[in-house]
């Protein structure tokens, strides 16, 4: 399996998980499901371990598809940037989440910690829809900005002539 494949292939896993953690996170506040929390920091955990081999094998899918017709080098750049943030983001939403699993057994620490990890989820989950959308735009030229509009302004401009 070379990079791209690989990259491809695990994309979507720390996006899914860190939506589903958050949704599951802010689940538990209401609750108050000990158990439900253990489950979502592990979770969360595995959202902070998959997005590492897919940063990884970011640059690699970077060289084989940024010559290719349409791909456009800003957006690549763009979508580096903001998974960089990402990955950084869910790593330390995931060795938090390690910790509280860890120091569950006192009582103030999981109630501190617990606020932490769902502040950190939150921010990894809307780094990573964010990155996952940027990265979706460098081959589907038709969900970048403006593209939309300027395919309705072609069709019209057909339909006028």
Same mark, same amino acid.
Do not use: C, D, M, P
């Given at each position: 399996m070379n990079s791209v494949q690989m990259h491809l292939a695990l994309t979507h896993v720390p996006v899914i998980l860190s939506l589903v953690a958050l949704v599951m996170l802010i689940t538990?506040?209401?609750?108050?499901?000990? %158990? $439900? +929390?253990?489950t979502t920091y592990v979770i969360i955990l595995l959202a902070g371990v998959a997005a590492i081999p897919v940063f990884l094998s970011g640059e690699g899918t970077e060289?084989?598809?940024e010559h290719l017709p349409g791909v456009?080098?800003?957006?690549?750049?763009?979508?580096?940037?903001?998974?960089?943030?990402?990955m950084i983001s869910v790593a330390i939403a995931g060795g938090l989440a390690m910790i509280g699993l860890f120091l569950y057994?006192? %009582? $103030? +620490?999981?109630?501190?910690?617990?606020?932490f990890i769902l502040l950190l989820a939150l921010t990894s989950a809307i780094l990573m829809a964010q990155t996952a959308?940027?990265?979706?735009?460098?081959r589907h030229t038709?969900?970048?900005?403006?593209?939309?509009?300027q395919n309705a302004n072609e069709i019209r401009d057909k339909n006028d002539d």
């Open positions: 538990t506040f209401l609750t108050k499901s000990s %158990a $439900l +929390v253990k060289e084989a598809v456009s080098e800003s957006v690549i750049q763009r979508h580096e940037e903001l998974a960089q943030l990402a057994k006192f %009582a $103030l +620490v999981a109630r501190l910690s617990k606020v959308h940027l990265g979706g735009q460098i038709e969900i970048r900005n403006g593209v939309a509009a």
